[in-house]
């Protein structure tokens, strides 16, 4: 389906009313799927306890139990603001098909939030970046992957 | 902390056996604080219909849950392969002291995982993913993000 002004406008109005309520931090996002929003989500990682809980997130939590299924190929995002490294894997994750959003990374900085750095950090080889980083014990976690391959009853996703 | 490797072998370990009970792909991780496990998650994207349940995730998520925080400075996550950039971030994002993993991106892509396509996009700028992406809006997104620094009540994070 085309971009659809009305559900830009719904995921910046969320954001602000959520973030007004205590939930969390100003964001928020709706899903889409043939011109009908059939899940919300906004910021709630103070209020849950949840560092994952961002927007995008949960509106993709909340779609995927709605639609009982992990796939949500058909279906767009609409987010009030340009998602973090974290949402934007879990957008493709999710399979879903287009992504609009309203403030950019650098307004989401300027309020405060990591993205800008993020997307640096991210963007590094494991060795280059300020996290702590150590890899050990390859192969014995590549025996599962071989036992994964050959796994005749696995659910592909 | 430092390094242990009984934490690494039991990431590991905790993702053959999910795994092979059909929980999800074959991936888990456990969060070590003052040299405890205090949490424990596996991949359950297929049983859970959840893209976002990726092993990390649901550590942090229980460990979170679990302490009642949204931070978990002070605490290392031990995971059986290199996170995804999601779960990447969701590491930043929880405050994690340490990563320690296994299986290299290059294991999880043999093994049918889009990571290394995934780093590669969140590494673009929007407009040159293959995601379909625009930005409308931006200046009504900005206003919420004023109205948050402005909030006297707000919970940083």
């Known amino acids: 389906m085309p971009y659809s002004e009305q559900f830009l406008h719904e995921a ?4 602000g009313e959520k973030m007004e309520a205590g939930e969390g931090g100003p964001f928020a996002a709706v899903i889409v799927k043939n011109g009908k929003i059939i ?36 279906c767009e995002i609409y987010s009030s603001c340009e998602p973090c490294p974290m949402c934007l894997a879990a957008i493709y994750w999710a399979r879903l098909d287009a992504l609009y959003f309203a403030g950019s990374m650098a307004d ?21 970046r300020t996290l702590k980083t150590r890899q050990a014990l390859q192969s ?9 391959i050959a796994k005749p009853d696995k659910t592909a996703y």
Request: aromatic share 12%.
């Open 39 to 74: 899940s919300k989500g906004w910021n709630c990682v103070t209020s849950e306890n949840d560092p994952t809980a961002h927007g995008e997130v949960m509106a993709i939590r909340n779609a995927c139990h709605a639609l009982e299924t992990f796939s949500l190929e058909g």
């Open 108 to 128: 989401a900085a300027a309020a405060g939030f990591d993205d800008r750095f993020l997307y640096e950090e991210v963007s590094k080889p494991w060795n280059l």
């Open 140 to 148: 014995e976690a590549q025996a599962v992957f071989k036992a994964w």
């Open 12 to 15: 910046i109005r969320l954001s």
